[in-house]
């Protein structure tokens, strides 16, 4: 016979976990949606960056920083099989630890982007009344 504490345990359990991976999910849609609003955003930034090469050698400058850049930037997520996932309750613990400190790495690097984002906006506003200035 079931220990019906064991049992309710189980439950709620299974309830917690139901409701993270839905978490999961929208977290992952986020993150996707993010990637390719970044990419979008990089391309942009990029074809702006271009108009600083005013000649030869400033544009082989930017091409090179750029290739650097790129090169350093991670690379999307590969997908593992669920099958080849530890279901060992008895790592949970360190498995979620782990989820907390890379998150809490995600949340600072999400702060130095927008700092970047808003350095980039004033820059933009800048050129903007630079070139207004200029065409007149």
Same mark, same amino acid.
Do not use: H
């Given at each position: 016979?079931?220990?019906?504490?064991?049992?309710?345990?189980?439950?709620?359990?299974?309830?917690?976990?139901?409701?993270?991976?839905?978490?999961?999910?929208?977290?992952?849609?986020?993150?996707?949606? &993010? #990637?390719?609003? *970044?990419?979008? /955003?990089?391309?942009?930034?990029?074809?702006?960056?271009? =108009?600083?090469?005013?000649? +030869?050698?400033?544009?082989?400058?930017?091409?090179? &920083? #750029?290739?650097? *850049?790129?090169? /350093?930037?991670?690379?999307?997520?590969?997908?593992?099989? =669920?099958?080849?996932?530890? +279901?060992?309750?008895?790592?949970?613990?360190?498995?979620?630890?782990?989820?907390?400190?890379?998150?809490?790495?995600?949340?600072?690097?999400?702060?130095? =982007?927008?700092?970047?984002?808003?350095?980039?906006?004033?820059?933009?506003?800048?050129?903007?009344?630079?070139?207004?200035?200029?065409?007149?």
């Amino acid at each position: 016979m079931m220990d019906p504490a064991g049992s309710a345990g189980q439950t709620k359990l299974q309830e917690i976990f139901d409701s993270f991976n839905e978490a999961w999910l929208k977290y992952w849609e986020s993150c996707i949606a &993010l #990637q390719n609003q *970044l990419d979008e /955003s990089l391309r942009a930034a990029r074809e702006v960056q271009w =108009l600083a090469a005013t000649d +030869q050698g400033k544009l082989s400058e930017v091409n090179r &920083l #750029q290739r650097e *850049l790129f090169a /350093s930037m991670p690379r999307r997520l590969d997908y593992t099989p =669920l099958g080849q996932v530890s +279901q060992d309750l008895d790592s949970a613990p360190s498995k979620i630890s782990g989820l907390e400190s890379a998150l809490s790495s995600e949340e600072e690097s999400c702060k130095k =982007l927008e700092a970047g984002i808003a350095i980039l906006k004033t820059r933009i506003q800048a050129m903007k009344e630079a070139l207004q200035v200029a065409r007149r």
